[in-house]
């Protein structure tokens, strides 16, 4: 069971990899046209690589939490986590 964390992130920041290649990549023509981007080595792909490939991290920490913690002590720490998640947020 505890397998399934560390498999589900190998998932999603190999997906997150694979779509950043594929936006980031002056052959599909998404770069030129919306993101104004126009050498495979510029500073704005590498960011949106970046940003792309380890996306969205927060439900990670939830699952663990709900994986160690239980009953009131699960709410305190999910609550904990949550208030951490959005002041990292950059929104």
């Known amino acids: 069971?505890?397998?399934?964390?560390p498999m589900?992130?190998?998932?999603?920041?190999?997906?997150?990899?694979?779509?950043s290649k594929l936006i980031t990549t002056?052959?599909?023509g998404v770069r030129p046209l919306f993101l104004?981007?126009?050498?495979?080595?510029?500073?704005?792909a590498s960011d949106i690589r970046m940003c792309t490939t380890f996306a969205n991290s927060g439900p990670l920490p939830l699952i663990l939490a709900d994986?160690?913690?239980g009953g009131a002590?699960?709410?305190?720490?999910?609550?904990?986590?949550?208030?951490?998640?959005?002041?990292?947020?950059?929104?």
């Open 73 to 91: 002590l699960l709410t305190d720490v999910a609550a904990c986590v949550s208030f951490y998640l959005l002041i990292w947020s950059p929104l």
């Open 8 to 19: 589900a992130a190998l998932v999603q920041i190999s997906l997150g990899a694979l779509v």
């Open 36 to 44: 104004g981007i126009d050498t495979d080595d510029d500073a704005g």
């Open 26 to 28: 002056k052959r599909f």
């Open 67 to 69: 994986a160690l913690f």
């Open 1 to 5: 069971a505890l397998m399934l964390l």
